[in-house]
C-alpha cells in the first residue's frame, strides 16, 4: 500500500502537475480553507488526544498554519523567479542565475505534540516549492490524525497528496521508498532511524528534534515578567513542546525567589487547581505519564494500587530506601570544592535510553568530571530532583499531572538526564552567567536557549559562546511563531531549518544556470595548446584576478 502511493506520487509529479504557480496557490488556498472552515474538528480532536484547550489548538496550531500558507503563497513569484548571478569577468560576455526548482516527491512524518501544525505547516512549504506530498501523521494522536486522513483529499489534489495513516510498521515501510526529501518531527532515537534509512537513497532529510533547552536568568532581569513568561512557555501544552524552557539556570540572589514567582504565575494562568483549568492540558499517554512521574522527589506519587497489604509494605520500604539513597548521594557529591560532585556534570552529558540527548556530538568530555560543579548545592534539599515549590499533584487516570517547580535540582537528577517534555521545571543554581554557559556547553546543543538578563554584556557572551537551534531574549517560544525566522536545531537538536523562506529553500532545490554567446568564442584564448603566448597571457590574468 505504501509502495503504491509513493509510485502513484511519483507518477503525478513526473507528469508536472504540482510545478505550476497556479497549481501551488490553489493548494495553499485549499489548505487555509481546511483548518479555517474545520476549526471546530480539529479542537476536538486535539481534546481527545491531548487534552489540549481549544484557545491553544486555534491560536498555537491552526492560525499559525493557515498563517505560514499565506505568507509563502503571497511570496511565490519572488521566490521562483530567476535570481541573477554576476559572472567571473574572464568569461565575459556571460550571463548566469539562479532557479528553485521542486526536490519531488517528499515524505513528512510529523509528531503527537502538535498534530495539525507540524503535520501541516512543513506541508505548507513543500507545497509551495512545488512537491507532490506525502503525510505520516502520529499514531499516537489517532483522532487527528483519522482527521487529517478524511480532510486532505478533500480539500487538496488527491493525486498529489496523501496522508497514510499507521504505527511504526507503515513508517518503516515507507522509509524504504526513494523520496526525494524526508522531513522528520520528533525525537532523536527514531531520528537516527530515518537518517539511516534516507541513506540508503541519498535521500536528504530536515530532522526537527529536541533536547534540553536551558533558561538563564540573572538579577538584572524583572522577576515578575521573567516568571510569567517562562511559566507560559513551559507550561502550555502541558510541557510537550519541544522548545519550551526544559530547566532553569538561576543565580543565587534571585533563584529561590524566582521559582516562588513562577508558582504565582502558574496560579494566576490557572488557578488554584490547575486540574480543574479548561486551559491546561494533559499527558499524550500512559507511558509518558509513567516517565514523568519518576522525574519527580521521590514519595511525590503514589503508587499504583498495591494488590496486598504485604505489597504495599514492601513499597513504602523501597521508597523510604530509595529517599535514604538519594539523601546519601546528595550529601556525599555536595558543593563545597573542587571535585565534591566529581562526574556530575559529565553523568548529566550522558543520554539515556530513549532520550533525545547526544552529548557526544558537542565534544563533551570526561574532563567535566573533574572540574568543580557549576551548580549549587541548596541547603535542606536533600532529593537530587530538589524541593517541589508548586505542583507535584498527578491523577493517573486522567493523565494529569500538575504544573510543577522544583528548586535546588541536581545534575545528576533523574530529571536532568533526558528532555522532560512535560509539566516539570527544574530550577537549578548557578554562580554566574559563565558558569551557567559551561554548564550548557558540556550538553548537547538544544533546540533552544533563553536569557533573561538586561545585561548587554551578558546577552552578547549567550550570544557568541553558546549554540543553540535558536537563542531569546526575555522571550520563550517567539521564534516558533515567525515564518519569517527559520526553525531547526543543531547538532543532536536537528539538521535543517523550514518556516518561510526556510521552509520553500528546504524542499526545493536552487539549480544554477549559466549562458555564453557562441560568437564571440572568446574561450579560444584558454584552449589547448598552451604555448609560450598564451602563457603569458595567464601570467597577466592571475595579476588582476
Known amino acids: 500500500m505504501t509502495n503504491q502511493t509513493f509510485e ?50 486555534v491560536l498555537m496550531e491552526l492560525n499559525l498554519v493557515a498563517g505560514e500558507a499565506q505568507f509563502v503563497r503571497n511570496r511565490l513569484s519572488l521566490w521562483t523567479a530567476r535570481h541573477p548571478k554576476a559572472m567571473h569577468w574572464m568569461l565575459q560576455p556571460a550571463a548566469g542565475w539562479t532557479i528553485a526548482e521542486p526536490k519531488g516527491v517528499v515524505l513528512i512524518i510529523s ?3 502538535y498534530p495539525v501544525l507540524l503535520a501541516l505547516e512543513p506541508m505548507a512549504d513543500a507545497l509551495a516549492a512545488g512537491n507532490a506530498v506525502c503525510l505520516k501523521p502520529s499514531e499516537l494522536s489517532p483522532n487527528t490524525s483519522k482527521l487529517l486522513a478524511e480532510l486532505v483529499p478533500q480539500y487538496l489534489d488527491s493525486e498529489a497528496v496523501r496522508v497514510v495513516e499507521g504505527g511504526p510498521k507503515e513508517t518503516g515501510e515507507l522509509l524504504k521508498c526513494p523520496f526525494n526529501h524526508i522531513f522528520y518531527t520528533g525525537g532523536g532515537h527514531v531520528g537516527k532511524i530515518v537518517m539511516r534509512a534516507a541513506a540508503e537513497h541519498l535521500t536528504p532529510v530536515t530532522l526537527e528534534l529536541g533536547g534540553k533547552s536551558p533558561c538563564f536568568v540573572d538579577r538584572t532581569a524583572d522577576i515578575n515578567v521573567a516568571a510569567r513568561r517562562i511559566a507560559w512557555g513551559k507550561f502550555t501544552n502541558a510541557g510537550q513542546t519541544c522548545v519550551a524552557p526544559d ?41 509518558h505519564f509513567e516517565r514523568l512521574c519518576k522525574l519527580l522527589p521521590v514519595g511525590t506519587v503514589p503508587p499504583e494500587e498495591p494488590s496486598s497489604p504485604l505489597v504495599q509494605v514492601a513499597s513504602a520500604v523501597g521508597a523510604a530506601m530509595d529517599m535514604v539513597g538519594r539523601r546519601f548521594n546528595a550529601v556525599t557529591t555536595g558543593r563545597g570544592g573542587a571535585g565534591e560532585m566529581a562526574g556530575s556534570a559529565n553523568n ?14 558537542d565534544g563533551a568530555t570526561a574532563s567535566a568530571a573533574v572540574e568543580p560543579s557549576e551548580i549549587h548545592k541548596v541547603p535542606g534539599v536533600f532529593d537530587l530532583a530538589g524541593r517541589i515549590v508548586c505542583g507535584g499533584k498527578v491523577d493517573r487516570a ?16 533523574p530529571v536532568m538526564k533526558e528532555e522532560i517534555f512535560g509539566p516539570i521545571l527544574p530550577i537549578l543554581v548557578v554562580e554566574d552567567a559563565e558558569s551557567a554557559i559551561r554548564f550548557i556547553n558540556k550538553r548537547s546543543r538544544p533546540l533552544a536557549a533563553y536569557v533573561f538578563s538586561r545585561d548587554h554584556e ?19 517560544l517567539g521564534h516558533l511563531l515567525s515564518s ?51 602563457a603569458k597571457l595567464f601570467d597577466i590574468i592571475a595579476k588582476f584576478s
Open 8 to 57: 502513484q506520487l511519483k507518477k503525478t509529479y513526473e507528469s508536472g502537475r504540482t510545478r505550476p504557480l497556479a497549481w501551488r496557490r490553489a493548494q495553499l488556498n485549499a489548505l487555509r480553507r481546511l483548518v479555517t472552515e474545520n476549526r471546530d474538528a480539529f479542537v476536538s480532536s486535539a481534546m481527545a488526544d491531548l487534552g489540549k484547550p481549544a484557545a491553544e489548538t
Open 111 to 113: 509528531p503527537w505534540n
Open 247 to 287: 530547566y532553569v539556570l538561576a543565580t543565587p540572589d534571585m533563584a529561590e525567589a524566582l521559582a516562588e514567582r513562577i508558582a504565582v504565575a502558574i496560579t494566576e494562568f490557572y488557578g488554584e487547581d490547575p486540574k480543574a483549568s479548561p486551559d491546561f492540558g494533559r499527558i499524550i499517554n500512559d507511558r
Open 348 to 361: 548529566a552529558a550522558k543520554p539515556t535510553a530513549g532520550s533525545n540527548m547526544a552529548a557526544a556530538d
Open 398 to 413: 486522567a493523565r494529569y499531572i500538575a504544573p510543577t517547580v522544583l528548586y535546588g535540582t541536581s545534575p545528576d537528577a
Open 458 to 476: 551578558v546577552r552578547l557572551t549567550f550570544e557568541r559562546q553558546t549554540s543553540s537551534g535558536a537563542l531569546g531574549y526575555s522571550l520563550p
Open 484 to 534: 519569517r525566522l527559520p526553525f531547526g536545531g543543531v547538532g543532536a537538536s536537528g539538521i535543517g531549518t523550514y518556516h518561510g523562506k526556510a521552509g520553500f529553500l528546504t524542499f526545493s532545490h536552487v539549480k544554477t544556470v549559466v549562458t555564453k554567446p557562441q560568437f564571440p568564442d572568446t574561450l579560444r584564448l584558454v584552449y589547448p595548446p598552451f604555448n609560450e603566448a598564451k
